[in-house]
């Protein structure tokens, strides 16, 4: 019988051996991974009765000992394949389970790149140790390694959000110990509070032993929303706590002096995490995602936001490029702002006034540049992050020494040079993400 494998044909050369057994195909997905073992021991065989038969009929020549050697160079790198990416990955003789929720989102589930389903999952029958899971929704997405014990569930619990920064998760999975059980927890951010049925046990990171019964662990942040898991300690495991903790869009709100209107209230939004400070039209998206998931009563929803650009947002974290004639009778703002300054900056006063009294966003026009665009930067006199078109109208946020911030794309501000824009009338139409 003639090997699948080159190497093992060119070794074999002319010489007849006797049948080797080979597996048939099967469906079972566990008797395929015995089988695609199976196939390289029959190679295995072939060689040893190959090298057997080249010593004892042909004697030792230059050519019979490079056969040899090929032989034991196939055998050791088919035993380090198998030995260090095979075994690995996979549990032959038990299974694994994986258990995903997403709360009221549905979301799909792949697993090592291959769909297996939508939110609320449970997957049984699983054989990996370890595994790329990713779970994407319309408005944002998950992705990590997560790990499998032999006859364990794994669970992964997911608040999915806006964005990375906006979503929070939970990874629960368990690994053997000898002794009595375990708890370890990890976090982001670190130096989370970490509470085992009511009892303070430290802040993550932290390991410990814990009694082998129903538990529920809680950890809590300032500036973060809390997480709570319901756990089942099993001796002779450890089980692994991995969380994600959801930064709070609305961590504290301060009442302002409210330019202009009498019923409209402006409350300052005040967070002491930079990264809200980035991007504020991706806080201002995770406001309106925090509202239309945790706040109950509509009159508590902010109608508008503003941050201290002066660039005003609807309640669903859109900017408003042109500001519309007629507004709700009751309005309320939130300004997105930090500590340091909780008071209404220059522009978003200007421009909430403006808004109020039915102005519209400054807005500038794109002059000739000797060619169809202008370069978009994303600081001043920085590197270049888009082309604003020539013609094409834009909201300015912004001047600076001689550079101009504008809105384009979708919500994305960048600068271009004061030289070529000019400020239009407000009948014409700024250009929509």
């Avoid at 390991?207 to 529920?216: E, R, T």
């Avoid at 665009?373 to 001047?399: F, H, M, N, Q």
Wanted: charged share 15%; with cysteine; proline share 6%.
């Amino acid at each position: 019988m003639v090997s699948y494998c080159p190497l093992v044909r060119y070794c074999l050369g002319q010489t007849k051996l006797y049948f080797v057994w080979r597996p048939r195909a099967e469906s079972n997905r566990r008797m395929r991974v015995l089988q695609t073992l199976a196939l390289p021991l029959g190679d295995v065989a072939l060689l040893f009765a190959h090298s057997s038969r080249i010593y004892y009929t042909r004697g030792v020549s230059l050519k019979n000992i490079l056969a040899i050697v090929f032989s034991v160079i196939f055998l050791a790198a088919v035993g380090a394949f198998v030995y260090f990416k095979v075994l690995p990955q996979i549990n032959l003789f038990s299974t694994s389970s994986l258990a995903i929720s997403t709360g009221n989102t549905a979301a799909q589930v792949y697993l090592n790149g291959r769909l297996i389903g939508t939110t609320p999952l449970r997957k049984e029958g699983l054989s990996y140790k370890k595994a790329t899971v990713r779970v994407a929704s319309p408005a944002n997405s998950w992705e990590g390694s997560i790990s499998f014990s032999p006859n364990a569930e794994t669970t992964l619990n997911l608040e999915l959000g806006t964005n990375q920064v906006f979503s929070g998760s939970d990874v629960v999975w368990l690994s053997s110990q000898n002794g009595q059980a375990g708890l370890t927890v990890i976090s982001e951010p670190s130096e989370v509070l970490v509470t085992l049925d009511g009892i303070d046990l430290g802040k993550t990171p932290l390991s410990l032993n814990i009694s082998s019964d129903p538990h529920i662990v809680k950890l809590s942040k300032e500036g973060y929303q809390g997480r709570s898991l319901n756990i089942l300690a099993r001796e002779n495991y450890q089980l692994n706590i991995n969380s994600h903790l959801f930064l709070l869009p609305i961590p504290s709100l301060l009442p302002q002096a409210t330019p202009a209107a009498t019923n409209t209230q402006v409350y300052s939004i005040v967070s002491k995490d930079d990264v809200l400070g980035t991007d504020f039209g991706a806080w201002a998206k995770a406001v309106s995602y925090w509202q239309s998931v945790y706040e109950s009563s509509p009159s508590a929803i902010f109608t508008y936001l503003i941050d201290p650009n002066g660039v005003v947002y609807d309640r669903g974290g859109d900017v408003i490029h042109e500001y519309p004639a007629t507004l709700p009778s009751k309005i309320t703002i939130a300004y997105l702002t930090y500590p340091s300054e909780t008071s209404l900056s220059e522009s978003a006063t200007t421009s909430l006034q403006k808004f109020l009294s039915g102005g519209v966003a400054p807005q500038v026009k794109i002059l000739p540049t000797g060619q169809a665009w202008l370069r978009i930067r994303k600081e001043p006199d920085g590197e270049e992050v888009g082309k604003a078109e020539v013609g094409k109208t834009y909201t300015k946020i912004s001047e600076q020494n001689g550079w101009t911030q504008i809105i384009y794309g979708n919500n994305l501000r960048g600068w271009v040079s004061s030289s070529y824009v000019e400020d239009v009338k407000s009948t014409e139409p700024a250009e929509t993400p």
